[in-house]
């Protein structure tokens, strides 16, 4: 587990991003990377999660969502221990519709961290 040396920060982008009406101005990397630090810094109980899930799940279109930005959000929720079915089936969806984009090993890891 890493040592979070600036959980001030950490907390100041929680509550700066649950503020928020809509995270409609991050691309799909940006909120990726969001889940990625929160979870790979251990800060698993942050409400980001929530936000960021259910952001995802209200979307239109997953345009934008490419298998690292996928790998990166389905690894961070399951490093969080974090459940939200809708939106793994959404993203899950998005690996199965694009199979040139994604590659199988890829896919499987994706269905191997949603149980």
Do not use: C, Y
């Not at 929160?38 to 936000?51: D, H, Y």
Request: hydrophobic share 45%.
């Amino acid at each position: 587990k890493a040592e979070v040396l600036q959980p001030h920060l950490f907390e100041k982008v929680e509550e700066h991003i649950v503020a928020l009406n809509h995270l409609g101005a991050f691309k799909p990397q940006e909120l990726s990377n969001m889940v990625w630090a929160f979870a790979k810094a251990g800060i698993l109980q942050s409400n980001v999660f929530e936000k960021v899930a259910d952001h995802i799940v209200a979307l239109d279109s997953l345009e934008g969502f490419n298998e690292q930005v996928v790998s990166n959000m389905v690894w961070g929720f399951s490093k969080a221990d974090l459940q939200h079915p809708q939106m793994f089936e959404k993203l899950i969806e998005r690996a199965i519709e694009k199979p040139n984009e994604f590659s199988s090993r890829n896919i499987e890891n994706l269905l191997r961290w949603t149980k």
